[in-house]
T-cell receptor, first 112, second 112 residues
Framework: DVKVTQSSRYLVKRTGEKVFLECVQD?????MFWYRQDPGLGLRLIYF???????EKGDIPEGYSVSREKKERFSLILESASTNQTSMYLC???????????FGDGTRLSIL | AQKITQTQPGMFVQEKEAVTLDCTYD???????LFWYKQPSSGEMIFLIY??????QNATEGRYSLNFQKARKSANLVISASQLGDSAMYFC?????????FGQGTRLTINP
């Protein structure tokens, strides 16, 4: 079975902090994705990556950056956390082609 | 651009009944994939079933089946013999290149 692991289920940080969310997958997938999910807004794509050191902006990249130094790991970085970044963050991975994305358990991030 | 529409914000069903969750899509691509995901209250996104646009038969996975009507651009999820554990949010999605576009979701509640 595909395993996508996010580093934390719950995280509380303060405004202005630099926040790192880590995601690791064990299936040698080429593609990795970061989403945020908010009530009434559904899932919105923040960034994605097709390969190591490659990244593409999604629908809402402002205030975020990403890093993919190794194929199995995709990190989401909040450069200076703000309260409007309080949300559920979901990481996913997939192989190339018309293949399903497999998700981690999600991180509920609160910015105080 | 692709679009996914789920018109049922919420559904209530008696345990052991079958349930159909609606999904319509809009695309001009001849090759595409359709996906259904389940999200329990704990937050993780669970991949349920996949249908490719060129697949001749409707996809099935255990109690889940996908009623794919290509001419009508619909991809409804059918859950047979519903169980209390089926209570969750259900999302329909379609690929846009290597990304997924999600519908707004349907909250399914199974009553005992």
């Amino acid at each position: 079975d595909v395993k996508v692991t996010q580093s934390s289920r719950y995280l509380v940080k303060r405004t202005g902090e630099k926040v790192f969310l880590e995601c690791v997958q064990d299936m040698d997938h080429e593609n990795m994705f970061w989403y945020r999910q908010d009530p009434g807004l559904g899932l919105r794509l923040i960034y994605f990556s097709y390969d190591v050191k490659m990244k593409e902006k999604g629908d809402i990249p402002e205030g975020y950056s990403v890093s993919r130094e190794k194929k199995e790991r995709f990190s989401l970085i909040l450069e200076s956390a703000s309260t409007n970044q309080t949300s559920m963050y979901l990481c996913a991975s997939s192989s190339f082609g018309l293949r399903p994305q497999h998700f981690g358990d999600g991180t509920r991030l609160s910015i105080l | 651009a692709q679009k996914i529409t789920q018109t049922q914000p919420g559904m209530f069903v008696q345990e052991k009944e079958a349930v159909t969750l609606d999904c319509t899509y809009d695309t001009s691509d001849p090759s595409y994939g359709l996906f259904w995901y389940k999200q329990p209250s704990s937050g993780e996104m669970i991949f349920l079933i996949y249908q490719g646009s060129y697949d001749q038969q409707n996809a099935t996975e255990g109690r889940y089946s996908l009623n794919f009507q290509k001419a009508r651009k619909s991809a409804n999820l059918v859950i047979s013999a519903s169980q209390l554990g089926d209570s969750a949010m259900y999302f329909c999605a379609m690929n846009e290149a290597q990304k997924l576009v999600f519908g707004q979701g349907t909250r399914l509640t199974i009553n005992p």
